[in-house]
């Protein structure tokens, strides 16, 4: 079992910088890969970023030089630093881990933050 509760969603003027923070609690060694996925109002939930636990990172097109995702393994939490935020990133932002059994795979959520980009 895993927990993810994310945090520092807000507000921000386009062109604005926010980090937001995912700390995972729980059985954090079975998590082999932490995301950040985003749902706009209207859309289906697309990917934002990825980074396994050997630090290889993957990014969607939309956000590429712009966001950036880290991950610090002694705090067991992973960060997701937005630069030159644009209205179009307005989404909840989810927090995803996923672990890995024989056959397997689990996927666990945080509840979400409010990212609010304005023009």
């Known amino acids: 079992q895993v927990q993810l509760v994310e945090s520092g969603g807000g507000l921000v003027q386009a062109g604005g910088s926010l980090r937001l923070s995912c700390a995972a609690s729980?059985?954090?060694?079975?998590?082999?890969?932490m995301g950040w996925y985003r749902q706009a109002p209207g859309k289906q939930r697309e990917l934002v970023a990825t980074i396994s636990s050997g630090g290889s990172t993957n990014y969607a097109d939309s956000v590429k030089g712009r966001f950036t995702i880290s991950r610090d393994n002694a705090k067991n939490t992973v960060y997701l630093q937005m630069n030159s935020l644009k209205p179009e990133d307005t989404a909840v932002y989810y927090c995803?881990?996923?672990?890995?059994?024989?056959?397997?795979?689990?996927?666990?959520w945080g509840q979400g933050t409010q990212v609010t980009v304005s023009s």
């Open positions: 995803n881990a996923k672990t890995l059994a024989v056959w397997d795979i689990k996927d666990y």
């Open positions: 729980g059985s954090t060694r079975s998590i082999n890969a």
